[in-house]
């Protein structure tokens, strides 16, 4: 009886052992496509400061940051009538002053507007991309919406178009799994951060699945970009199955300890560490 109920836990062990394997499970990167972004500082938004009246996603920003040597990462939205801006926020009520979607305004609409009071605009992609002009690595990420597909494929056409070196990412495993199905050749990453951190809004269950990355079956990301904390013991066991580790946002140097890449905002660490 004893071996029997012995065997059995066993049993049980390996197969939530597996469970979660097959869950978390991510896919390994090429060392050549990773090494713009291994152990190099990435400008949030990039190298904005308002001090110097350069916001955030902004042309201002990107060059910039190319300028000290930085990467950027940037967000990616579509417009009502289907152009790719870069724009990190769902509304514009925080950057422009308008209470309004960013979806619910056309591009004409958005370029009237101006960013935190500044003379810079809201880029659209293609002008971040021939502005950066392959002198600085970019992180993109795409912002989940009502519109995924489109928006994964403009991107898509956008980058591949391009010749400098880049990535994604998103928060959506959705749009990730997209890029592994349609863009295998491109370095995809998934967005997370604890499940707490999600907001108001967000379900639950959702929150605990994708806070703890067990949406890796989806995506199978080649590298798990998390908030700046302790991370969880899933995010831990993806990372020893071959995840680059990439944090966000840091705010200290102290935080390149352990990470592949760093995403940073207010200071100006060294290019590489």
Known sequence: MGKNIFGRLLGTAAAVTGLGAFLLMPERVDE???????RRNIAHRGLHDMEKGIPENSIAAFNAACEAGYGSELDVQLTKDGQVVVFHDDDLKRICGVDARVDSK???????????????????????????DDRAPLIVELKSGPNNDELCEKTYQLLAGYEGEYCIESFDPRIVKWFRINAPEIV???????????????NPYTSFLMGNCLMNFLSRPHFIAYEVTDLPITVKAAIQMGAKHVCWTSKSA????????VIFEHYLPKVWY
Request: glycine residues 10%; contains cysteine.
């Open 32 to 38: 050549d496509l990773y090494a713009p972004f291994q």
């Open 106 to 132: 056309t591009l004409e609409e958005l370029e009237e507007l101006k960013l935190l009071g500044t003379e810079q605009g809201i880029p659209l992609f293609a002008e971040v991309l021939a502005a950066v």
């Open 188 to 202: 995809r990453g998934q967005l997370a951060c604890p499940p707490e951190h999600y907001g108001k809004g967000a």
């Open 254 to 261: 102290a935080n390149e300890e352990g990470c592949d890449t």
